[in-house]
C-alpha cells in the first residue's frame, strides 16, 4: 500500500542481531525463527518479539534476557504486539483470544493477566506513556486512528487523530510534546512529525519513503526505515517548535521492511541496533516432471 514494495508467498525467518550505527554487525541474538515484532525492554536489558507458529500461524510473546541469552515464552494464546510498561515491569498486549483484537497487560514474572479494552472495532498497543498513565493506541480500521486509552478511572479512548489516509506506528518524543508516525497521506508510506496530542505544525521529516519512526532518548535524532530497507537518521532540535534536518543514510539492512511491523530497535544513545534480519523464505514448491511417458518405456 502506498507504493511501498510488497513481496508476496512465504513465510520469513529472521535472525536478530545487533549492529552499530556504521552498519558493522556486533553479534547474533538466538537462532532464526518467524519473529515479526520486536521491542526493547527500557533498561534495555530485555527484547520481546512476537514469534509466529509455522502450522497455525498464530503468535506468542517470548522475552529475551539480552546478557545470558535465555528465551522464555510468557503467552500462550494468539497474543502479540506488546509495548513495555515505563518500569519495565508489564506488558500491554493485543490478543485474538475472543476473536477480535483486545488489549491484556501482564506483569512479568506472574501468571495473572487483567483485561485492558475490548471493543467491536479492536485497538492495538502502540506505546506505554512515560508517566504510566495511559496507552497509545492504533485503530486499525477505517483509516487507522491512533487514541489514547487512560489507565486511570474510566477506559474510554479518547481519539487523537482520524482521517481517510492509513497510518501507523505511531512514537511519542521522549519529552512528550512531539509525535512521529508512518502515512500515506501522499500516496506512499512517509514518516512525519506533529505536536502531541494535538497533531498541529505537522511537517514530513522522510524525501523518499520512510516507515517505522523511532526516537533518540535525547530526543535529537529520529531513524526511520527506507522502501529500499536502508536504516535513515534525521537531526532533531525540538522545543515549542520543532527543526528538522535532511534524512541521512546510516547503513543498508537485510530488514524485509514492513511499514506496519517493528522490525527493529534502537539504544538510548542512538549508537547500536537490533535488527530482524530476513534469513530465508519458505515458499510452497511443486515438482513438475516433463516427458512423464517416457520414463514408462524404460
Given at each position: 500500500?502506498?507504493g511501498?514494495?510488497?513481496?508476496?508467498?512465504g513465510?520469513?525467518?529472521?535472525?536478530?542481531?545487533?549492529?552499530?550505527?556504521?552498519?558493522?554487525?556486533?553479534?547474533?541474538?538466538?537462532?532464526?525463527?518467524?519473529?515479526?515484532?520486536?521491542?526493547?525492554?527500557?533498561?534495555?536489558?530485555?527484547?520481546?518479539?512476537?514469534?509466529?507458529e509455522?502450522?497455525?500461524?498464530?503468535?506468542?510473546?517470548?522475552?529475551?534476557?539480552?546478557?545470558?541469552?535465555?528465551?522464555?515464552?510468557?503467552?500462550?494464546?494468539?497474543?502479540?504486539a506488546?509495548?513495555?510498561?515505563?518500569?519495565?515491569?508489564?506488558?500491554?498486549?493485543?490478543?485474538?483470544?475472543?476473536?477480535?483484537?483486545?488489549?491484556?497487560?501482564?506483569v512479568?514474572?506472574?501468571?495473572?493477566?487483567?483485561?485492558?479494552?475490548?471493543?467491536?472495532?479492536?485497538?492495538?498497543?502502540?506505546?506505554?506513556?512515560?508517566?504510566?498513565?495511559?496507552?497509545?493506541?492504533?485503530?486499525?480500521?477505517?483509516?487507522?486512528?491512533?487514541?489514547?486509552?487512560?489507565?486511570?478511572?474510566?477506559?474510554?479512548?479518547?481519539?487523537?487523530?482520524?482521517s481517510?489516509?492509513?497510518?501507523?506506528?505511531?512514537?511519542?518524543?521522549?519529552?512528550?510534546?512531539?509525535?512521529?508516525?508512518?502515512?500515506?497521506?501522499?500516496?506512499?508510506?512517509?514518516?512525519?512529525?506533529?505536536t502531541?496530542?494535538?497533531f498541529?505544525?505537522?511537517?514530513?521529516?522522510?524525501?523518499?519513503?520512510?516507515?517505522?519512526?523511532?526516537?533518540?532518548?535525547?530526543?535529537?535524532?529520529?531513524?526511520?526505515?527506507?522502501?529500499?530497507?536502508?536504516?535513515?537518521?534525521?537531526?532533531?532540535?525540538?522545543?515549542?517548535?520543532?527543526?528538522?534536518?535532511?534524512?541521512?543514510?546510516?547503513?543498508?539492512?537485510?530488514?524485509?521492511?514492513?511499514?506496519?511491523?517493528?522490525?527493529?530497535?534502537?539504544?538510548?544513545?542512538?549508537?547500536?541496533?537490533?535488527?530482524?534480519?530476513?534469513?530465508?523464505?519458505?515458499?510452497?514448491?511443486?515438482?513438475?516432471?516433463?516427458?512423464?511417458?517416457?520414463?514408462?518405456?524404460?
Amino acid at each position: 500500500m502506498g507504493g511501498w514494495p510488497i513481496v508476496s508467498g512465504g513465510s520469513a525467518r529472521v535472525q536478530l542481531a545487533w549492529y552499530n550505527r556504521n552498519g558493522k554487525k556486533l553479534k547474533s541474538i538466538g537462532e532464526p525463527e518467524l519473529y515479526e515484532h520486536i521491542v526493547l525492554s527500557p533498561d534495555e536489558k530485555r527484547l520481546a518479539a512476537d514469534r509466529i507458529e509455522p502450522l497455525t500461524r498464530t503468535s506468542s510473546i517470548w522475552i529475551f534476557e539480552l546478557s545470558s541469552g535465555i528465551v522464555s515464552r510468557v503467552t500462550f494464546s494468539n497474543d502479540g504486539a506488546a509495548v513495555w510498561s515505563p518500569d519495565g515491569r508489564e506488558l500491554a498486549f493485543r490478543t485474538f483470544r475472543t476473536g477480535k483484537p483486545v488489549l491484556y497487560r501482564k506483569v512479568l514474572g506472574g501468571s495473572d493477566e487483567t483485561l485492558l479494552f475490548e471493543s467491536d472495532e479492536g485497538q492495538y498497543p502502540a506505546e506505554w506513556a512515560a508517566d504510566g498513565k495511559s496507552i497509545l493506541m492504533i485503530n486499525p480500521r477505517g483509516g487507522k486512528a491512533f487514541s489514547q486509552l487512560s489507565l486511570t478511572g474510566p477506559r474510554r479512548p479518547v481519539t487523537l487523530l482520524k482521517s481517510d489516509f492509513d497510518k501507523d506506528q505511531p512514537s511519542v518524543s521522549p519529552d512528550g510534546r512531539w509525535i512521529a508516525y508512518g502515512s500515506v497521506e501522499s500516496g506512499r508510506w512517509e514518516i512525519y512529525v506533529a505536536t502531541f496530542p494535538g497533531f498541529s505544525q505537522k511537517r514530513r521529516v522522510s524525501n523518499a519513503g520512510g516507515a517505522q519512526p523511532q526516537w533518540r532518548k535525547d530526543g535529537k535524532e529520529l531513524f526511520y526505515l527506507s522502501p529500499d530497507d536502508t536504516l535513515m537518521a534525521v537531526d532533531i532540535k525540538a522545543g515549542s517548535m520543532i527543526e528538522t534536518g535532511g534524512p541521512q543514510e546510516l547503513f543498508q539492512t537485510r530488514i524485509q521492511t514492513d511499514p506496519g511491523a517493528h522490525q527493529y530497535c534502537v539504544t538510548h544513545d542512538g549508537q547500536r541496533f537490533l535488527l530482524a534480519e530476513r534469513v530465508d523464505r519458505t515458499v510452497d514448491a511443486i515438482t513438475v516432471v516433463v516427458n512423464w511417458a517416457a520414463g514408462l518405456k524404460r
